[in-house]
């Protein structure tokens, strides 16, 4: 049925997937489920009410749910953050001084909790007074011209501004001052930025293959959906309060490679490409996401949508969860928690037989089905297909390395993938990434969730002219070792007053040192982070180093880490394990080399005679 959010696409060409495509089922094996209907009347009546009501065009929480609510829902409900855009507060916020606004609790939340609804970061404890600022780049693509004004507001900070590459194919900028911050969002508008929405109880940004039209093995070109699911989510960037009070913050990808560079097991809704009796559409996981006190992978939902439904499925997800997520415990606020919440309330009668109770899909399955009858009452039909069997995604395929040259499907073409360390910029290479692809591609810019940048479009005849810049020679090159390709770190403490240890630095020398004493045969995927709140990934790396205060041998408390090791990405996709706790980061160096040797197929490398 067709609906004011129903957007016709057209399917990939038929030769993208064959019919003698194999099935891929990317978790547990399908178990027997009960009809939605039924699951949802069975359910306790009273859990499935609405916990929000529209008042005056924003969603505000009902009286009889505030108990026990956490401090953020309690600033949320003294005023609502859109506000601060949607009515110009920040506008008469940029013109107090930090003293005044310090002067007051209510203008001391717009800093430090508000604002973050307009991607604005206080750095309260390692940067009283500056800001980072999240931008909007739907699928990782940015133009030259959004790439210089970038570079444009940071350099006016001097040692304070810089940006980063994040984990969701994003920029990041900082060192931004609260009265600059009017004049920065109307530059960003008039480059077709936003940041609105980018921050605390809002969707983050939508992820997509970074490949996504000059793909030679591309399953679907995912742009167009994440375009359309950013404007959505802020109403063509002017703010939609209907979606900017949920629970948490919420995680969405397209797939449309068969490498799931998307990585959709960690996403709140991962869109898989699959067929259905002839139509081209999606199969959907949800739940996936990472926090401090628990990490949990996304599960299916037994649910298919044509790919003219992709906003109208979004827009159910979000509505069941904002409507009956849990807004106490922030650790337990998730979507996920919603689902095994249903799934505690799901009815013993109802379920499969009794030698199955114990088997944890099946546990899943029931909280599953009930979240997915709640999604399906809000859909403009109030019907959802079940899953397609016609997944479009190959299991068995080696995932294919990005950077370096490669060509494209337009003849004549290729892309170039640069590797950003740690993915930091400064002002200067911005402005020269901006030169190197308005000279040698077509003005565009592609980043990766791996903090990495790829160049598309470039004249196969000028690929040599371009990996002779100097930016590549010297600072991003297109060739980087096998240890160094695949590296992520967080910000770490130098700006997140939330991070324990230092990240970005030390993970580069630490893999420095490590490359001196070993030589490994292929990437080893190793990921940092500064906290428990693992912005990092740790739990997707070959090996992750999550920051933590640790003892020396002299019982003396120093920065540390704890090791996780054997996460894997990809369609046989699972979370890593912790391998070794509270390791002080000074004797890091030989364990990490140790765990190649031994689980990684390195080897130690001859020393030089007279070599320390």
């Known amino acids: 049925m067709s609906s004011l959010f129903s957007v016709r696409f057209l399917a990939p060409p038929s030769s993208c997937f064959p019919s003698s495509r194999p099935k891929t089922w990317l978790c547990a094996a399908t178990t027997p489920t009960v009809a939605p209907a039924t ?4 359910v306790e009546a009273s859990r499935l ?9 924003f969603w505000v929480l ?4 505030r ?5 953020q829902e309690k600033v949320k409900l003294e005023k609502d953050p859109m506000k601060l855009f949607m009515e110009g507060g920040i506008e008469d916020l940029a013109k107090m001084s930090l003293e005044e606004i310090e ?3 209510h203008t001391k939340d717009d800093i430090d909790v508000r604002l973050k609804w307009l991607g604005l970061f206080h750095r309260r404890k390692q940067h009283y007074g500056r800001f980072m600022m999240r931008l909007k780049l739907p699928n990782g693509v940015t133009t030259s011209a959004q790439t210089r004004y970038l570079a444009s507001v940071i350099r006016k900070y001097g040692k304070d501004g810089c940006a980063d590459v994040t984990t969701r194919q994003n920029w990041q900028i900082r060192g931004v001052v609260l009265p600059d911050v009017p004049e920065i969002l109307k530059g960003l508008d008039e480059v077709g930025l936003t940041s609105l929405q980018s921050g605390m109880d809002n969707v983050r940004n939508p992820v997509g293959n970074p490949l996504a039209g000059i793909d030679p093995d591309e399953i679907v070109d995912t742009r167009p959906y994440n375009n359309l699911l950013s404007q959505f989510i802020t109403a063509n960037s002017r703010g939609n309060p209907a979606m900017s009070n949920l629970p948490r913050k919420w995680n969405v990808c397209v797939v449309g490679s068969h490498d ?3 990585h959709p097991h960690i996403n709140d809704l991962a869109y898989m490409p699959a067929n259905k009796d002839g139509r081209f559409g999606f199969n959907l996981l949800v739940g996936g996401f990472f926090s401090a006190k628990r990490c949990a992978e996304a599960i299916p939902l037994d649910a298919w949508v044509s790919a003219d439904d992709v906003i109208p499925l979004c827009k159910a997800v979000l509505e069941a969860y904002r409507d009956l997520g849990f807004r106490g415990n922030r650790q337990k606020t998730r979507m996920m928690w919603l689902i095994d919440e249903l799934h505690g309330l799901f009815p013993l009668s109802l379920s499969v037989s009794a030698w199955q109770v114990s088997d944890k899909s099946v546990w ?5 089905e009930v979240f997915r009858s709640e999604v399906e009452k809000r859909m403009p039909g109030k019907q959802l297909e079940r899953a397609s069997e016609e997944e479009l995604v190959k299991k068995k395929w080696e995932r294919r390395d990005y950077l370096g040259v490669h060509p494209q499907k337009q003849d004549g073409l290729s892309y170039v993938g640069i590797h950003i360390p740690v993915g930091r910029v400064q002002a200067d290479d911005m402005d020269e990434l901006a030169r190197l692809v308005d000279k040698y591609g077509t003005g565009e810019l592609r980043l990766t969730v791996e903090q990495n940048i790829i160049i598309p479009n470039v004249d196969s005849n000028k690929i040599d002219a371009l990996l002779n810049e100097p930016l590549l020679k010297e600072r991003f090159s297109p060739e980087p070792s096998l240890l160094m390709k695949t590296l992520v770190a967080c910000t770490g403490n130098q700006f997140c007053g939330q991070a324990i240890i230092e990240t970005k630095e030390r993970a580069l020398k630490v893999t420095e040192e490590v490359e001196r004493q070993v030589a490994v045969t292929r990437p080893v995927r190793m990921h940092w982070t500064g906290c428990p709140n693992t912005c990092g990934q740790v739990q997707v790396a070959d090996i992750g180093f999550m920051g933590c205060m640790a003892r020396d041998e002299n019982g003396k408390a120093t920065e540390g880490v704890d090791i996780f090791l054997g996460g894997r990405i990809g369609s046989d996709s699972h979370l890593a394990e912790v391998y070794k706790k509270g390791v002080p980061c000074k004797n890091l160096v030989p364990i990490v080399v140790d765990i190649l040797v031994k689980h990684f197929g390195a080897v130690q490398r001859n020393r030089e005679e007279g070599e320390d």
């Open 62 to 65: 009902k009286e009889e749910y």
């Open 260 to 262: 799931l560079f998307e």
């Open 103 to 105: 002067s007051s609790k």
């Open 364 to 368: 899943q399955m029931k909280g599953i």
């Open 39 to 42: 699951a949802s009347s069975e």
């Open 49 to 57: 009410e609405p916990r929000v009501e529209e008042r005056d065009g």
């Open 67 to 71: 108990g026990g609510i956490s401090p």
